[in-house]
């Protein structure tokens, strides 16, 4: 059973190292290799580097740099946010999928991409339908000021297929040579999408999310408790948790209008983490983030250079994903237990 | 400090539970709650701490109406400790009781090396910081009301609300939780309202009961005048005898159950 540790200076360097290095690692993949210590040389020399090697600058600041830096948001986001809903409804189960947050803000992304809506309203209509989908879950699941686990993972089912089939019924709608190719794929989930013009759009809304739940962390110990007990410690318990559902609502409805819906980051990450370090989410939050970018980083990397043509990535992080935490989770017991 | 519940009544739609109940007590007094099962005694808690609102009447801390002053400053006078559940997540002991600190801490901020330290010597002070990396999930009942007693504690307060600190432990760590709550009432002039189902614990530790009926009434006073035989049968429907015998220099009491009444 894993003691709960402190973060010192040592771990805290180490958190923000790995994402870094596995980025100058990973931006060498792919069709066009390039090593490490070259990749080092023209970040550097950032636009000057255009000069002595204009085919690597390009590939590396074109092409790979803002799907990686794209990547690396949003698995740190969609990983705080699991945490965050995890912490918030006292249920190692939830996460932005299984409560239908996913979902619903699939629902409206798509419903905003058949009237060829540009990304700030597609986002703005993700986020609407990722609340309402989590508001729904919250009030279904509460019995008499209540909810059990096993009444969340209920409700997020049912209001989970409710947009799904939704969803399907836009897509059955869509028009099957134009829009309807670009919807399925885009809802497998990918990163291919990233530009720079995506990133200044999306990437404020997840920062945004992931810093308020960062700054919260401690507090969402306190909110795990019982309702009462979790008053009496003179916490605004409404206002914690609407900023708590509000912040996790901004990443994930950001995260899937800019590259579909992506499982898994969730609910792995943060279990993840507890397991190395221990149930506190003071630690529990920054490992995630940590985590969460490395993680979805090396699995887009695969997911684009592993074959010729790009391999979906929620396919990917489910392949990846179960066996991984199935070995995790018989080695442990899962540390919640 | 004092706290006051003056003519609290509450009940859900038509049925009353709590009808008029009023009650003080300050620093160092201890009262105990006592009632047959489902007769109220946690929804008076929830009550007089506003986790329920009063149909009628108020709770005053110090005269001033507790909805009156912000919750946060409720929390740095008045720490509760619900009865001992399991929680979902495997907190060691150490960080549960560090979360007592939370009232003193700015929403933004995380504790300081100072409230860690303040929670050790909480833990400490009770006795369980061999508990301190142990965790919450893999504790006994017994261990677990201690942490959170400690955690409590951690707010220093003026005031103690335990619901039902007791039940569900063996013998010895019974003891150890009325010495605990006896001794913070002597020594820091702490004031504690306690829920309890044991008259004879609410003897051994309180100067005051308050005793609730099934029909929303109750007795309150000195504990030693309160719980008596008289008012045992009329609040459990039990025949009681009080019995008092001397061992060493101590007085003790119990309360035997005889018949059905």
């Known amino acids: 059973m894993v003691r709960n540790k402190e973060i010192d200076i040592k771990i805290f360097l180490v958190l923000i190292l790995i994402p870094i290095i596995s980025a100058l690692v990973c931006i060498g993949f792919g069709r066009y290799s390039i090593s490490v210590p070259e990749t080092v040389k023209v970040l550097l020399n950032g636009i000057n580097s255009y000069a002595s090697d204009e085919m690597a600058y390009s590939v590396i600041f074109n092409v790979r740099l803002p799907r990686i830096l794209l990547s690396m948001l949003v698995g740190a986001g969609l990983a705080c946010a699991g945490a965050a809903f995890q912490g918030l409804f006292t ?108 990133l200044i759009l999306g990437a404020p809304f997840i920062i945004i999310g992931t810093l308020m739940i960062f700054i919260l962390r401690w507090r969402l110990n306190i909110l795990s408790l019982n309702e009462d007990e979790a008053k009496s410690m003179g916490i605004n318990i409404k206002i914690m948790r609407f900023l708590i559902i509000l912040s996790a609502s901004l990443i ?86 | 400090m004092i706290f006051e519940v003056k003519n609290g009544s509450f009940g859900y739609g038509k049925k009353h539970i709590l009808n008029n109940i009023s009650f003080d007590i300050k620093n160092g007094d201890v009262m105990s709650v006592l009632g047959s099962n489902g007769v109220g005694k946690t929804t008076l808690l929830k009550c007089m701490m506003g986790f329920l609102k009063w149909n009628e009447g108020e709770t005053y801390i110090d005269k001033t109406p507790l909805k009156n002053i912000p919750s946060k400053e409720v929390w740095k006078k008045i720490a509760y400790v619900p009865q001992a559940k399991g929680s979902a997540f495997p907190y060691s002991a150490l960080d549960m009781t560090v979360l007592g600190r939370s009232a ?156 059905l009444a």
């Open chain 2, 104 to 259: 003193h801490i700015g929403t933004f901020k995380q504790p300081k090396k100072e409230d860690i330290d303040i929670a050790l010597k909480a833990m400490k002070d009770v006795g369980i910081l061999y508990l301190k990396d142990k965790l919450c999930t893999q504790m006994s009942g017994g261990e677990l009301q201690m942490v959170l007693i400690a955690r409590a504690l951690t707010v220093s307060p003026d005031m103690l609300v335990l619901d039902e600190p007791e039940s569900n432990l063996d013998f010895k760590n019974q003891l150890i939780i009325l010495d605990t709550i006896k001794n913070l009432s002597k020594e820091r002039n702490i004031s504690a309202i306690v829920n309890t189902h044991y008259p004879a614990h609410a003897l051994q530790i309180s100067d005051k009961a308050l005793m609730l009926n099934r029909d929303g009434t109750s007795f309150y006073g000195n504990s030693s005048e309160v719980i008596n035989e008289e008012n045992m049968k009329k609040a459990f429907n039990v025949n009681v005898h009080v019995d008092e015998f001397v061992m060493g220099k101590n007085i003790y009491r119990s309360v035997i159950p005889l018949s």
């Open chain 1, 252 to 337: 994930t409805s950001s995260a899937v209008s800019m590259c579909g819906q992506v499982g898994w980051v969730g609910l792995l990450i943060p279990h993840l983490a507890r397991m190395l370090m221990g149930s506190n989410n003071k630690t529990v939050i920054p490992i995630s983030i940590s985590l969460g970018a490395t993680f979805m980083l090396v699995i887009d990397t695969f997911a684009r250079s592993a074959t010729s043509a790009e391999i979906p990535l929620s396919i990917l992080t489910a392949i990846i994903g179960a066996p991984f935490f199935i070995g995790l989770l018989r080695k442990t017991g899962g540390a919640w237990s």
């Open chain 1, 91 to 198: 249920n190692p189960l939830a996460t932005p999928d299984t409560l239908g947050v996913a979902s619903g803000a699939s629902f409206g992304a798509v419903f905003a991409m058949m009237f060829d809506a540009n990304l700030i309203v597609v986002q703005i209509m993700a986020l609407i339908f990722g609340l309402i989908a989590c508001l729904i879950t919250y009030n279904i699941s509460k019995i008499k000021g209540k909810s059990t686990i096993v009444m969340i993972v209920l409700a997020g089912m049912v209001v989970s297929a409710m947009f799904q089939a939704f969803v399907s019924l836009l897509k059955y709608v869509a028009d099957p040579q134009d829009k309807l190719p670009s919807i399925t794929y885009w809802l497998m989930g990918s990163m291919s999408g990233a530009t720079y013009k995506t």
